[in-house]
């Protein structure tokens, strides 16, 4: 019995042997699996950063579409802009879709929809849905407003619509006028008078040259501002539009030049205040100039003038 107590033990660590070598070869086998793993994660990660559109900071990740441009085809209205790329994007009329398309990887996108030259005036949003949800409604609207005065009434172009791009607080952009130009003498125009229920007023043009700009309602100076390095100029000013009928001017002047003067007439519209049922948009078509009130968000309503040349007074 005494003799074979050692046997016993010599099988008992052969078999203690072959526990722990089968123990480190299933450690070492779990642990290369893992180190796979994470490097093919790792390799997926970078493959997919090689291949993904551009990174925009968080403040831009999240920035509502602009809209740049817009253009008119017959009964086509064509838009162009800037967003966050790979979003959705879609153009709301009364908060309902008409159009939607995707935002190309460089941040651009195009849409156009019909809008016949006799229909009733509309406002256009832009809804951006980005890759991650987030659904953000841009402050710019695009106002579509068809002319409607006789063709022999002035010189105009009756088959084209008025295009205006707004946004609360800011100034208006003409990107399309129903007439024959801006009022503009040597490069020096006027775009728009936008102004509120309170006589908070902006003034806003462009000029081909440098300079200062200067705002007169009747003789009263209101206002200097400068012409950009873009080329645009514009002033902002509160509760200085009294109710009535005068004219505005709008005077460039350059140094060691003559100055140019724009005079044109103008009259502010009694306030209009939303209630249950009114209209969010009120057209007043005048023979010289298109009056624009438009309701606002939290109440109250925003006003935009848009002028034909023939306004201009000598």
Same mark, same amino acid.
């Given at each position: 019995? =005494?003799?074979?107590?050692?046997?016993?033990?010599?099988?008992?660590?052969?078999? @203690?042997?072959?526990?722990?070598?089968?123990?480190?070869?299933?450690? /070492?086998?779990?642990?290369?699996?893992?180190?796979?793993?994470?490097?093919?994660?790792? /390799?997926?990660?970078?493959?997919?950063?090689?291949?993904?559109?551009?990174?925009? $900071?968080?403040?831009?990740?999240?920035? $509502?579409?602009?809209?740049? &441009?817009?253009?008119?085809?017959?009964?086509?209205?064509?838009?162009?802009? !800037?967003? #966050?790329?790979? &979003?959705?994007?879609?153009?709301?009329?009364?908060?309902?879709?008409?159009?939607?398309?995707?935002?190309?990887?460089?941040?651009?996108?195009?849409?156009?929809?019909?809008?016949?030259?006799? &229909?009733?005036?509309?406002?256009?949003?832009? @809804?951006?849905?980005?890759?991650?949800?987030?659904?953000?409604?841009?402050?710019? *609207?695009?106002?579509?407003?068809?002319? /409607?005065?006789?063709?022999?009434?002035?010189?105009?172009?009756?088959?084209?619509?008025?295009?205006?791009?707004?946004? $609360?607080?800011?100034?208006?952009?003409?990107?399309? !006028?129903?007439? !024959?130009?801006?009022?503009?003498?040597?490069? =020096?125009?006027?775009?728009?008078?936008?102004?509120?229920?309170?006589?908070?007023?902006?003034? *806003?043009?462009?000029?081909?040259?440098?300079?200062? #700009?200067?705002? %007169?309602?009747? /003789?009263? @100076?209101?206002?200097?501002?400068?012409?950009?390095?873009?080329?645009?100029?514009?002033?902002?000013?509160?509760?200085?539009? $009294?109710?009535?009928? %005068?004219?505005?001017?709008?005077?460039?002047?350059?140094?060691?030049?003559?100055?140019?003067?724009?005079?044109?007439?103008?009259?502010?519209?009694?306030?209009?205040?939303?209630?249950?049922?009114?209209?969010?948009?009120?057209?007043?078509?005048?023979?010289?100039?298109?009056?624009?009130?438009?309701?606002?968000?939290?109440?109250? %309503?925003? %006003?935009?003038?848009?002028?034909?040349?023939?306004?201009?007074?000598?």
């Amino acid at each position: 019995m =005494f003799k074979s107590k050692p046997l016993m033990m010599l099988i008992a660590g052969l078999a @203690l042997a072959v526990v722990l070598w089968t123990i480190v070869q299933l450690l /070492q086998k779990n642990i290369e699996s893992t180190g796979n793993s994470q490097t093919s994660a790792g /390799q997926e990660k970078l493959l997919g950063a090689s291949t993904s559109t551009k990174t925009l $900071p968080n403040k831009q990740a999240n920035a $509502p579409a602009s809209i740049l &441009s817009a253009g008119q085809n017959g009964n086509d209205i064509f838009l162009n802009g !800037t967003g #966050v790329p790979n &979003s959705g994007i879609s153009l709301l009329n009364e908060g309902k879709e008409i159009t939607r398309a995707k935002i190309d990887i460089d941040g651009n996108w195009a849409l156009s929809f019909s809008h016949g030259i006799n &229909s009733k005036p509309i406002a256009i949003d832009v @809804l951006t849905v980005t890759p991650d949800g987030h659904q953000i409604l841009s402050d710019q *609207s695009l106002f579509v407003v068809n002319y /409607q005065h006789a063709q022999d009434a002035q010189s105009t172009d009756v088959n084209r619509a008025l295009l205006l791009l707004t946004a $609360p607080g800011a100034h208006s952009r003409v990107l399309q !006028t129903p007439y !024959t130009g801006l009022p503009m003498k040597d490069g =020096f125009a006027l775009e728009t008078i936008d102004y509120d229920n309170s006589g908070g007023v902006i003034f *806003s043009g462009s000029s081909e040259r440098a300079g200062r #700009v200067l705002i %007169y309602a009747g /003789q009263n @100076l209101v206002g200097e501002s400068r012409v950009d390095n873009k080329g645009r100029w514009s002033l902002i000013f509160g509760n200085i539009m $009294p109710l009535g009928e %005068y004219v505005i001017s709008a005077e460039l002047v350059v140094a060691g030049e003559n100055s140019v003067n724009l005079t044109l007439p103008f009259e502010r519209m009694q306030p209009l205040f939303e209630v249950e049922g009114s209209s969010r948009i009120v057209i007043e078509h005048l023979e010289d100039r298109i009056q624009i009130g438009r309701a606002l968000f939290g109440g109250g %309503y925003q %006003y935009s003038v848009i002028y034909a040349p023939s306004a201009l007074e000598e």
